[in-house]
């Protein structure tokens, strides 16, 4: 009995140690594991260093870990969208900058291969300006081919958290600047006046538009130009803008002549409108096919620009002879697009002054070029910011110092090779982001998850908090009492 117990004690203890072997075997496998799988995220954190994690304003509310926003699409007719393309291609030509790509697809009439979304026009001038084509296109992709996209498109205004308002306002004003500019600023006999006047009756005639005074309703608004004679009507909206240099001459007069640099925007705000990117006019470069570049700093464009553009008449003459600076007035036709595609691609640094407005489209083309951009323009608002660090791609100047003689080449002479490889390398990374061609006809199809489209709507995600708080806080105002609109915020 004693053998008996002794043997089956040694057996017992056998067991146990082979148990713990086992155990310490899969303890230490799942620790490599784990070791590795961190190991891949900090390295996948690293490769997006110029993309930080979105500062948002919901933290208490009921949607901030929402991964989608609902929207409904106004019912406007189809004349005020896809109709006014249509029109567009109807036109003998494109009297306001001719493309001689639109006039190849004008007189093939692949203009309406896609009957349900006709082409964007390739006109330069237009092109940029058309976020508002995307973004109709991703909404109108059936549901099923939508699983991408971080709008869900709703069908009844009250599930709705925002109502889209389908008005392509860039097509409406160029279409009257290419046919009767000289109304444009007027109200009798403009047909873009009368078209911004019949969108928002149609809105405001709504039951969404009562309830919320507007204040949850999106239109894109990216041509400076755009909805001019209805910009304080919509104002309480959520405006999709390149920037508000737009909004400052409206600002200006409203301010009675005060010259203080400080504009206080009561249409336009941080707070409530979203700053979208152009649509790049030049291909993407991709890092891989970088070349050695030879020039330091490169610029095209028109030399003469009004208001804060003056900027960059100075900085012309102040360039023009530098070594390794070249600079080029020309306009995006098909022979200036081409002297751009070689000069970014040839150039460590591409310029960016002020024109007319803060920003321009030279910006993207920059960065689809992997040229790295310098920005010299006090005022400028930029995309997705609080999302994309643009410190660790772009260098920022101030105006006062790029008008002291030989600074601006001296400050860019001071970067290091380790340091322009880097701006090049985050510039790589971030380059899908300002990306809103889907690939799709009439971009009908899914869009890409990382696109300009996702982005805007994310952005007019995190302004949900705010904007339900101002229709609650409006609803509480006494009859007849008027509180004057507070846009502004520094």
């Known amino acids: 009995m004693a053998i008996k117990y002794n043997t089956s004690s040694k057996a017992f203890t ?30 996948s954190a690293s490769s997006l260093s110029c993309i930080e994690p979105s500062t ?51 007189l093939a009439g692949s203009w309406s291969d896609n009957k349900r979304a006709p082409l964007y026009p390739e006109s330069p001038l237009i092109k940029q300006y058309s976020a508002e ?107 999709l803008v390149v920037d508000f240099g737009g909004w400052y001459r409206v600002d200006s007069k409203a301010s009675n002549g005060n010259s203080s640099d400080m504009i206080q925007h009561t249409q336009v705000s ?8 152009y649509t790049h006019l030049l291909p993407r470069l991709h890092l891989s096919e970088n070349q050695k570049r030879q020039t330091l700093l490169y610029f095209k464009g028109a030399k003469h620009r009004h208001r804060g553009g003056l900027v960059r ?22 022979t200036g697009r081409e002297q751009s595609i070689k000069g970014m691609r040839t150039s460590e640094f591409c310029l960016h002054p002020a024109g007319d407005t803060p920003t321009s489209c030279r910006l993207f083309d920059a960065i689809q070029s992997l040229c790295i951009p310098v920005i010299v323009s006090d005022n400028i608002e930029l995309p997705f910011e609080g999302t994309i660090d643009y410190t660790k791609l772009s260098v920022f100047v101030s105006v006062s110092e790029a008008l002291q003689p030989n600074w601006l080449v001296n400050h860019l002479k ?56 101002a229709i609650v806080r409006e609803k509480r105002k006494p009859f007849n009492v008027v509180i004057p609109r507070r846009c502004h915020c520094t």
């Open 133 to 239: 084509y995307w973004i109709m296109g991703d909404l109108e992709t059936p549901q099923e081919l939508r699983t991408t996209s971080f709008a869900r498109r709703v069908f009844a205004p009250e599930q709705a958290d925002v109502v889209f308002v389908p008005f392509f306002a860039t097509i409406s004003a160029e279409l009257q600047l290419g046919t009767a500019k000289g109304v444009f600023r007027k109200k009798v006999g403009n047909e873009d006046y009368a078209r911004q006047r019949e969108v928002l009756d149609f809105v405001k005639g709504t039951e969404g538009w009562k309830r919320s005074g507007g204040r949850d309703h999106v239109f894109v608004v990216t041509d400076p130009v755009a909805m001019s004679h209805v910009k304080d009507e919509i104002a309480p909206a959520i405006l």
């Open 56 to 106: 948002s304003t919901d933290l208490l509310s009921v949607n901030s870990v929402s991964n989608s926003i609902n929207v409904y699409v106004s019912d406007l007719p189809r004349s005020l969208n896809y109709g006014l393309l249509e029109k567009y291609w109807s036109l003998s030509h494109d009297s306001r900058l001719g493309s001689d790509v639109d006039n190849q697809i004008r």
């Open 313 to 334: 008449e100075k900085l012309w003459d102040l360039l023009t002879n530098e070594p390794g600076v070249i600079m080029e007035e020309g306009f995006p036709n098909a």
């Open 14 to 43: 056998c067991s146990v140690s082979t148990l713990f072997l086992l155990i310490s075997v899969v303890c230490t496998i799942l620790l490599s594991l784990f070791y590795l799988l961190s190991n891949q995220k900090m390295k």
């Open 414 to 469: 001071s970067y290091t090779d380790v340091q322009i490889s880097n701006f090049r390398k985050n510039m790589g990374r971030v380059q899908s982001v300002f990306e809103y061609d889907n690939g799709y006809p009439g971009g009908i199809g899914p869009i890409p998850i990382d696109g300009a489209v996702n982005h805007i709507w994310r952005k007019v995600h995190q302004k949900l908090p705010m904007i339900k708080e």
């Open 270 to 277: 941080l707070l409530k409108d979203v700053i979208v990117p």
